[in-house]
Every structure is written in structure tokens, then in C-alpha cells.
């Protein structure tokens, strides 16, 4: 098992730019996290899923959007980039409610708006 | 929303005995208390869980008292590799758990 995989690693966006990070899990977990880590801080929930079709906003949900079509992706779409985007992502996994269970992590990716 | 508090930094040597104990006076009664470790540049990575008492893994030891609204997590004879970050986590549902700024521990 790969776990949870992240593309990409490193991405540097202009203002205003689009991108989707994407985040895929072969746990076939249900419940599917996006958190963001700004630096020397904890990480922060945007948006979760508990499942395929179904997905809710977390604590710092603005400026991003998610959808899930399918157990294993779990895509993040940043609409407009600003430089207060700039963090760390961290997508994750777990199978059943993450207070509960284990979380899985991905490797995380490094995005840096200018 | 359970609300921890945990050191900011510790500093041990290797070889020793490390607690890092979190405080979170209004846990609730079906929440869980879940430590996670992180190294530079890497997600988060699951430590140990548990409920009441005291839970014990290959890693760590976790002891919670009576009253629930404190644990420790206990790392036996760290080495250098144990220098990381350490979060502290209370809750049972998908949107009441939160990462505060984590306990660094540096040996």
C-alpha cells in the first residue's frame, strides 16, 4: 500500500492563479482530510469528507473548494491564490471518525504564493 | 470544542525517560485522547490513543487519571530520532479536534 500519496511536492503560484492539489488513499478509507500547516504552527482543518459525494468545511475553509466523486481522491481547488495561501498541505485519511482512529498523512505539499 | 494545553519545548538527552503532559479541563465524556508525532517537512504520524488509564504501545505509554481532564505521554530511553514535534488531541467527532502548536522536543 502507497497510503496517502500528494502531488505535487513543491508549487509556486502567482496571485490570483489556480491550482488543484490532489491527494489520493488505496486504505479505502472513508473519512478524507485537507489540513493546512503555516510555519512553526499546528496543522489546521479546511474541509473534510466521510465519504464518496459528501463533504463539509472545517475551521479555515475560505479560499478553497473540495469535492470527492470517488472513495480513493480527494481533490483541493484554490480558485484565486493570495499569499496568505502560502503554507504547507496536508491531506489525510482515516476509516472511521478521526477522533476515534488513527489518522494517515500524506507527505504534504509546499505552496508558496507571490 | 476541547481545548488543550501543552508545553511549548522540552529538551532531554538520550537514554532518558521523556513526559510531555497536555492539559484539557473541558474534554467530554466520548472523547478520545490522541498523541501525534511530526518531523520536519512530514505529515503528522499516529503515536498512541486511548480513553482512560493507561494505554501502552511499542512506542509509548500514555496515562490518563480519573478525572480525564489531563494525560502524558510517556517516550522510555529516547534517542535522537525522538527529536520532533508532539500534538496533543482531544475529541470523538470529524470537526471537533484541533492541533494546537504541539510540544517540541528535542533530545
Known amino acids: 500500500n502507497a497510503g496517502v500519496t500528494q502531488t505535487p511536492k513543491f508549487r509556486i503560484l502567482k496571485i490570483g492563479q489556480s491550482m488543484t492539489l490532489q491527494c489520493t488513499q488505496d486504505m479505502n478509507h472513508n473519512y478524507m482530510y485537507w489540513y493546512r500547516q503555516d510555519p512553526g504552527m499546528g496543522l489546521k482543518l479546511i474541509y473534510y469528507?466521510?465519504?464518496?459525494?459528501?463533504?463539509d468545511k472545517g475551521e479555515v475553509p475560505n479560499g478553497y473548494n473540495v469535492s470527492r466523486s470517488t472513495t480513493e481522491d480527494f481533490p483541493l481547488r484554490l480558485e484565486l491564490a493570495a499569499p496568505s495561501q502560502t503554507s504547507v498541505y496536508f491531506c489525510?485519511?482515516?476509516?472511521?471518525?478521526?477522533?476515534?482512529?488513527?489518522?494517515?498523512f500524506g507527505p504534504g505539499t509546499r505552496l508558496t504564493v507571490l | 470544542l476541547a481545548k488543550t494545553t501543552q508545553p511549548i519545548s522540552m529538551d532531554s538527552y538520550e537514554g532518558q525517560e521523556v513526559n510531555i503532559t497536555c492539559s484539557h479541563n473541558?474534554?467530554?465524556?466520548?472523547?478520545?485522547i490522541t498523541w501525534y508525532q511530526q518531523f520536519p517537512s512530514q505529515g503528522p504520524r499516529f503515536i498512541i490513543q486511548g480513553y482512560k488509564t493507561k494505554v501502552t504501545n511499542e512506542v509509548a505509554s500514555l496515562f490518563i487519571p480519573a478525572d480525564r481532564k489531563s494525560s502524558t505521554l510517556s517516550l522510555p530511553r529516547v534517542s535522537l530520532s525522538d527529536t520532533a514535534v508532539y500534538y496533543c488531541l482531544v475529541g470523538g467527532g470529524n470537526n471537533d479536534m484541533r492541533f494546537g502548536a504541539g510540544t517540541r522536543l528535542t533530545v
Open positions: 473541558n474534554i467530554a465524556t466520548n472523547d478520545y
Open positions: 469528507s466521510v465519504g464518496a459525494g459528501i463533504t
Open positions: 489525510a485519511s482515516s476509516p472511521t471518525l478521526r477522533g476515534r482512529d488513527t489518522q494517515y
